[in-house]
């Protein structure tokens, strides 16, 4: 399986990766999560996009958002693996990815996600350790987490 990655900005992406993101985004946050809410927040006009192919499918995604926009640093957001690519490591990848574009875009700087806490373990064997107390998001458990450079 052929992978290859590619980070933008809002601006950079073209019609038929914002629709294969959004639809992502989608498939997963709202229909199989069945949570209801309004995915485009307005932060994603300032986020760099990083989308993760194999064999020319979106099999995962994120968006590095600058700090001050969702939390005082840095953060990853939006963190999706396709259903189609799961279980074959695509999760560990793009996070892997993700902050390795935030290193090169923000420089060594702090990186804070909202965890949801079923992923808890999965985020601290990359380096998030957790910061304060878990916290109710649409529904849904969720704890901050923060790497450090």
């Not at 992406?13 to 949570?35: A, G, I, K, M, T």
């Not at 996009?49 to 957001?77: K, M, N, Q, T, W």
């Not at 695509?90 to 909202?114: S, T």
């Amino acid at each position: 399986m052929n992978t290859t990655q590619l980070v933008k900005t809002f601006q950079q992406l073209n019609v038929n990766e914002l629709y294969d993101l959004l639809r992502l985004r989608s498939e997963v946050f709202v229909v199989e999560q069945n949570c209801v809410f309004l995915d485009q927040d307005n932060k994603d006009q300032q986020s760099y996009h990083l989308l993760v192919f194999a064999d020319a499918e979106l099999a995962g995604y994120c968006r590095l958002v600058p700090a001050g926009l969702s939390y005082p640093e840095v953060s990853i957001g939006r963190v999706i693996t396709s259903p189609a690519f799961r279980g074959k490591g695509f999760g560990r990848k793009v996070m892997e990815l993700a902050i390795q574009n935030c290193r090169e875009i923000f420089g060594p700087v702090d990186i804070r996600i909202g965890a949801q806490t079923y992923a808890q373990e999965f985020y601290a064997s990359l380096g998030f350790v957790p910061e304060g107390d878990v916290y109710d998001e649409d529904g849904i458990e969720h704890i901050e987490m923060v790497i450090k450079p």
